[in-house]
C-alpha cells in the first residue's frame, strides 16, 4: 500500500480508472448493437459492464482524493479534478435514467456534447500544473487537450455524450502513461507532501527547455 500513497501510484490508479471506462463503453456499445439486433438481455454482461464502471468511478475518485492529499499546492488542479469527477458522475446517472431528467437531458444534444468536450479540455490543461516549466508536459497536456477537443466532431453522427467521454478516457490514458514514463525518468519534480528532496535530470525525451 505504501506504494501505492504516493504521486506514481495514484497515477497508476488514475490510468486504471480509465482504462475500466473505456472497455465499460466498448461492453456497452457491443452488447447495445447485440440487444438490438436480438432483443436478448444478457445479465452477465450487463453486471460485468456495471461493475467496470463503478470501478471506474471508485478508482477515479482513489486518484483525486490522493492527488490532493499528496500534492502541495496546485489548488486549480485539485478543483478541476473534483469537478471533473462530479460532471462526469453527474452524466452517467442521467444517461442510464438513473433519475427521470427527460424534460432537460438530452444525450444527444450538441450543446451538450460541445460543452463537455471544451470543458473536458480545460480541465486536462491545468495538468501542466503539476510541473509548469516542462515542456515534456506541456506538449503532452497540449495533445491531450486536443484530443478532448476532437470529440466535438462527433456531433455530426448524432451519437450521444458518450463518444466524447470515450474520446476523454483515451487522451488521458495517454496523458497519465506518458506523465508516468517521464516521472520514471526523472523528467518531471512534483512536489509532494512526504517524499524526500531529490535530484532530476532533464536529459531524453523530448527536448526540455527547463533548467
Known amino acids: ?25 466498448i461492453v456497452t456499445m457491443v452488447y447495445y448493437a447485440y440487444y438490438l439486433k436480438t432483443g436478448n438481455i444478457v445479465r452477465v454482461v ?51 435514467n438513473v433519475i427521470d431528467a427527460k424534460d432537460f437531458y438530452s444525450p444527444t444534444s450538441k450543446i451538450l456534447i460541445i460543452s463537455h468536450c471544451v470543458f473536458s479540455a480545460a480541465v486536462a490543461l491545468l495538468y501542466m500544473g503539476l510541473e509548469k516549466n516542462r515542456l515534456c508536459l506541456q506538449i503532452s497536456v497540449a495533445v491531450t487537450a486536443v484530443i478532448m477537443m476532437l470529440g466535438v466532431f462527433s456531433i455530426v453522427y448524432n451519437v450521444r455524450v458518450y463518444a466524447s467521454v470515450l474520446i476523454n478516457c483515451i487522451a488521458y490514458i495517454i496523458m497519465y502513461s ?34
Open 1 to 25: 500500500m505504501s506504494k501505492l500513497n504516493t504521486f506514481k501510484g495514484y497515477t497508476i490508479i488514475a490510468l486504471a480508472s480509465n482504462i475500466l471506462f473505456v472497455l465499460f463503453i
Open 46 to 96: 450487463e453486471f460485468i459492464a456495471y461493475t467496470m464502471e463503478v470501478g471506474g468511478f471508485i478508482l477515479m475518485l482513489a486518484s483525486i482524493m490522493g492527488y490532493i492529499s499528496k500534492l502541495r499546492g496546485r489548488l486549480l488542479l485539485k478543483i478541476g479534478m473534483s469537478v471533473y469527477f462530479v460532471v462526469e458522475f453527474i452524466i452517467m446517472i442521467l444517461d442510464f
Open 178 to 211: 506518458l506523465i508516468l514514463t517521464f516521472h520514471g525518468r526523472q523528467l518531471l519534480e512534483v512536489d509532494c507532501y512526504g517524499d524526500s528532496e531529490k535530484l532530476y535530470d532533464d536529459s531524453g525525451f523530448f527536448i526540455d527547455d527547463h533548467k
